[in-house]
């Protein structure tokens, strides 16, 4: 069998997340990947192999190939290069994309960015666009399902099949907050209750307005190196994939067995463990995609963190909050710390390395680390894309 | 951050993407008759809602035309408040993904019901309508 060469993670940058109309995509992408490059102590002439993950060029803001203005803008021009697309998972699949290329020995050196500008557009377009991100023939063209509204879905047969309660679902949007307002780089800065959850105005029952991630621009860049790199840069202890895995759902929701879970996050999650040799109980700290409140709630399932139907109680209890069983989404999550989806797969990894090497900002946010394991699980639309990233020290 | 700053106007483009429906095109025929319909592998005897014109399963491209009696039960559902540009004139909506008698699961828009009384479990059946130039299908309570 073939054997895959380790890989570090070097270097981390990610943006100001927010509405950023002082930014285009070029330099949204340039504040992160400075970031990362001073991290890792490169410069753009190192890099071999770049990955962009980006899902919305030309469709959410104005360039069609973002890799290349990028690539030119960011000094990486003559490196390898693509443009990865996996909706709401395209920085795990650009970070996938760069990690196999430096894994299968191709290049010692390489980046994936994720990067998405999201606020070009007036909102009802923004959700007209995403709202097409299913299958548009048979789904968005007669009906005009949201994403909000897809989510929506798998929250009233979870709330049936297992009781999971609207409050449950502002818990997570509670806590999500809580960490975000320690979280400089977070889109909300704000605290919010339970009450103020439940009282915000509808946007597909049963979720909230305080259900749903932002609308957010942002950028975030991670540098991979292999050991023979780590050795020329005189890295010490890095932080290591220790291991990735994937799925995929079907295209139309109608396809789907049930509608409590994501089929793609069990998958992935279980090739994950198994290739990192880690369990749940293992991990630190995770960051899981709760791009709407009840999709953490299914992730701590679908994940392993408590069985099925128990996500509610998981959040109740406070055992993903720090201190409890796992800290989950410490960085405020996709819910407070905003959601360009194209970055938010390198966004993740950028806070598991923070996490990992104990470097969080603020300190408050600071997990402690037991076994120096953390998760990353990035869903693309309604679980039709799945990555989840496990990495350690 | 940063509103009020300057920017620049994109050139305005409209897009109308001209979707070939050949292979199921009977589909949109039969549903001006008010009959909707899903294929049935000849190979392997697979039943498909929405129809297909080739088999995933089995690589078969022989299909047989099925009617859908279309009455079936509420697996999940959400009311749309919050629409999407080309949606935003209808008022609210409310979609659904029911499993029909025969197997086969439909996602369609939920009319003529009362928000309150909608839950899953929720007894519904197919219909066909025409609005504008194009015939769709919807779910009506029992």
């Not at chain 1, 994403?147 to 879905?153: C, E, G, N, Q, T």
């Not at chain 1, 220790?242 to 998958?267: C, E, P, Q």
């Not at chain 1, 390198?346 to 598991?352: H, P």
């Not at chain 2, 540009?85 to 939920?110: C, D, I, Q, W």
Request: aromatic share 10%; with cysteine; proline share 4%.
């Amino acid at each position: 069998m073939f054997v895959l060469r380790k890989v570090a993670v070097i270097g981390v940058g990610c943006s100001k997340f927010g509405v950023r109309r002082d930014v285009n995509v070029a330099r949204l992408s340039f504040e992160a990947v400075k970031k990362a490059f001073e991290d890792a102590n490169i410069n753009g002439k190192n890099v071999e192999f770049l990955a962009v993950g980006s899902a919305g060029a030309g469709g959410l803001y104005e360039e069609v190939l973002p890799a290349v203005v990028v690539a030119e803008y960011c000094g990486m021009t003559g490196a390898g290069l693509t443009r990865c697309e996996a909706a709401c998972a395209s920085g795990s699949a650009a970070f996938f994309t760069a990690y196999m290329a430096v894994a299968n020995g191709l290049v010692d050196l390489a980046v994936a960015v994720g990067v998405e500008k999201m606020t070009e557009l007036e909102t009802p377009v923004v959700m007209e666009m995403l709202g097409r991100a299913g299958y548009y023939l048979w789904e968005f063209h007669g009906f005009g399902p949201t994403f909000p509204a897809y989510y929506a879905l798998y929250a009233s047969a979870h709330m049936e099949k297992f009781g999971t309660r609207e409050e449950d679902l502002a818990l997570v949007a509670v806590k999500n907050h809580k960490y975000g307002s320690l979280n400089p780089l977070a889109h909300f800065q704000n605290r919010v209750s339970v009450d103020e959850v439940l009282a915000s105005p509808v946007i597909a029952w049963p979720l909230k307005l305080y259900d749903c991630c932002p609308i957010s621009d942002g950028a975030a860049a991670v540098v991979l190196a292999s050991e023979d790199k780590l050795r020329e840069l005189k890295v010490e202890d890095p932080v290591w994939v220790r291991g990735v895995g994937f799925s995929s759902g079907t295209a139309n929701l109608s396809r789907r067995g049930d509608y409590v879970g994501l089929k793609a996050s069990v998958l992935a999650s279980r090739m994950a463990y198994r290739v990192a040799r880690v369990e749940p109980r293992d991990v630190d700290v995770a960051c899981v995609h709760d791009c709407f409140t009840i999709a953490e709630i299914m992730a701590y399932e679908d994940l392993g963190f408590c069985k099925k139907g128990e996500g509610g109680k998981l959040i109740r209890e406070g055992e993903t909050e720090i201190g409890g069983r796992i800290a989950v989404n410490v960085d405020g999550g996709l819910k407070a710390k905003g959601h360009p989806i194209g970055a938010t797969g390198c966004a993740m990894i950028y806070e598991l390395v923070k996490q990992l090497r104990g470097e969080a900002e603020k300190r408050e946010r600071q997990v402690p680390l037991k076994n120096y394991v953390g998760l990353a699980h990035n869903i693309g639309g309604v679980g039709h894309y799945c990555y989840v990233t496990v990495l350690g020290r | 951050m940063g509103i009020g700053l300057p920017f620049l106007n994109s050139k305005p483009l409209t897009l109308t993407f001209k979707i070939p429906i050949n292979g199921f095109s009977r589909f949109f025929e039969e549903l001006k008759n008010g009959r909707v319909m899903a294929t049935k592998c000849r190979g392997c005897g697979k039943l498909y809602f929405p129809p297909v014109a080739e088999c995933g399963e089995c690589f078969s491209s022989g299909m047989d035309w099925v009617e859908l009696d279309g009455e079936g039960e509420v697996e999940a559902f959400t009311h749309v408040v919050v629409r999407p540009e080309s949606f935003k004139r209808n008022p609210p909506y409310t979609l659904v993904v029911a499993r029909l008698k025969e197997g086969v699961k439909v996602f369609a828009k939920l009319s003529n019901v009362d928000l309150a009384e909608v839950r899953v479990g929720m007894k519904v059946k197919l219909k066909t309508k025409i609005v504008g130039d194009e015939a769709i299908y919807e779910f009506t309570p029992v």
